[in-house]
């Protein structure tokens, strides 16, 4: 499966924004999404799936991320509330097995990455 993330940018703190995830290749509701945010000098971390298992989040983004899903348009969405400069990372969407996971090894498929960039 390819994936496109986009919708990052600069925003100021308190402020929000909708992050896409366009998916081809393969049946689109047989996946587990993820986003994954990385940080400069940072691994890795998990931030939010949506799978058969329901939506999961982060503590650190529980009550201000959304993860949803679009099947007919094969498109994933991380919709992101106050944000806080603590936010400001490279968000990758991933496509993973039928219950996701939250490990970055439960996921295949990476797209490149969108930079959310939180001024204070």
């Known amino acids: 499966v390819q994936l496109q993330a986009s919708g990052g940018g600069l925003v100021q703190a308190g402020g929000s924004l909708r992050l896409s995830c366009a998916a081809s290749?393969?049946?689109?509701?047989?996946?587990?999404m993820g986003w994954f945010r990385q940080a400069p000098g940072k691994e890795r971390e998990f931030v939010a799936v949506?799978?058969?298992?329901?939506?999961t989040y982060a503590d650190s983004v529980k009550d201000r991320f959304t993860i949803s899903s679009d099947n007919a348009k094969s498109t994933v969405y991380l919709q992101m509330n106050n944000l806080k400069p603590e936010d400001t990372a490279v968000y990758y969407c991933?496509?993973?097995?039928?219950?996701?996971?939250?490990?970055?090894?439960?996921?295949?498929?990476w797209g490149q990455g969108t930079l959310v960039t939180v001024s204070s």
């Open positions: 290749g393969r049946t689109f509701s047989r996946f587990g």
């Open positions: 991933a496509a993973g097995g039928l219950f996701g996971g939250t490990r970055v090894a439960d996921f295949g498929s």
């Open positions: 949506i799978s058969w298992n329901g939506n």
